[in-house]
């Protein structure tokens, strides 16, 4: 009978998972209590990320376009001024000066209209021809209808400045074009200084059409080896009205009634 008793309070203390498991409940507890929580640990890296890469990079992109400012380089260097004076190839000169008189037939008036011609001029003109047939008008292809004079040197610049005179030293602006060449009409002959009225020729009107130019534009006329004249060496129409107003005293404006 002492023997069962014995054997029965055995048995109750040989199980100790009870104890075992609160052994590993406490480990698990602790080791998590000591561990840092993943949460605490993932913001503390992603803020320290972003703040020490922008501070490195974001000085040097700034500074660059401080140091070579390339608009006050351009406003400080000196342009150069082109020489135009005498002897200079940007001098402008009169190239040319063709005078020509249309009178629409040929006989009798073409014949007064040439005569009219080499009084003004001192110079022998030359007819031109109908290039067709228009005949409303009676003009047959091939009929001489008008004459004409070309004039260079001394006697076109006296010619011009007696032309100028008759229409009272005003030229409309509209009478220039880009390349500086201009043009001009005189209605009666007899309004150029030195000019009187003959019965028997009579009264006629004429075009008047100036070429200007520089030195070297012979190469775009020579027959060897002829080339086109620059556009930097061309003149253009602001230049061509500074030199006339300057040169003959002229006033381009629009025409008063």
């Given at each position: 009978m002492s023997e069962t008793p014995s054997a029965e309070g055995s048995k109750p203390e040989t199980p100790?998972?009870?104890?075992?498991?609160?052994?590993?409940?406490?480990?698990?507890?602790?080791?998590?209590?000591?561990?840092?929580?993943?949460?605490?640990?993932?913001p503390?890296?992603?803020?320290?990320a972003p703040d020490e890469a922008p501070e490195e990079e974001t000085p040097e992109v700034r500074e660059e376009p401080k140091e070579e400012p390339p608009e006050?380089?351009?406003?400080v260097k000196p342009?150069?001024?082109?020489?135009?004076?005498?002897?200079?190839?940007?001098?402008?000169?009169?190239?040319?000066?063709?005078?020509?008189?249309?009178?629409?037939?040929?006989?009798?008036?073409?014949?007064?209209?040439?005569?009219?011609?080499e009084n003004i001029t001192g110079q022998r003109p030359c007819t031109r021809r109908a290039k067709q047939t228009i005949r409303t008008w009676g003009i047959r292809k091939g009929e001489p209808i008008s004459c004409m004079v070309t004039l260079r040197g001394e006697r076109a610049e006296g010619f011009l400045r007696n032309g100028l005179a008759a229409i009272r030293n005003r030229i409309n602006p509209r009478s220039f074009d880009t390349h500086g060449n201009f043009a001009f009409g005189i209605r009666e002959h007899i309004?150029?200084?030195?000019?009187?009225?003959?019965?028997?020729?009579?009264?006629?009107?004429?075009?008047?059409?100036?070429?200007?130019?520089?030195?070297?534009?012979?190469?775009?006329?020579?027959?060897?080896?002829?080339?086109?004249?620059g556009?930097?060496?061309?003149?253009?129409?602001?230049?061509?009205?500074e030199f006339i107003t300057q040169r003959f005293g002229v006033e381009v404006g629009l025409p008063v009634e």
């Open positions: 100790k998972t009870p104890e075992t498991s609160k052994d590993v409940d406490i480990t698990v507890e602790e080791t998590k209590a000591q561990a840092p929580a993943e949460e605490d640990v993932a503390l890296e992603l803020e320290e006050e380089e351009v406003e342009r150069r001024r082109v020489p135009t004076g005498p002897g200079s190839m940007h001098e402008i000169k009169i190239g040319k000066v063709v005078v020509n008189i249309s009178t629409g037939q040929s006989g009798e008036p073409l014949e007064k209209a040439m005569t009219i011609l309004d150029i200084p030195g000019q009187r009225y003959d019965p028997q020729l009579g009264i006629i009107g004429m075009d008047v059409m100036v070429t200007v130019e520089k030195p070297g534009y012979r190469v775009a006329r020579r027959r060897r080896a002829r080339s086109r004249v556009r930097s060496h061309r003149v253009t129409r602001d230049e061509a009205i």
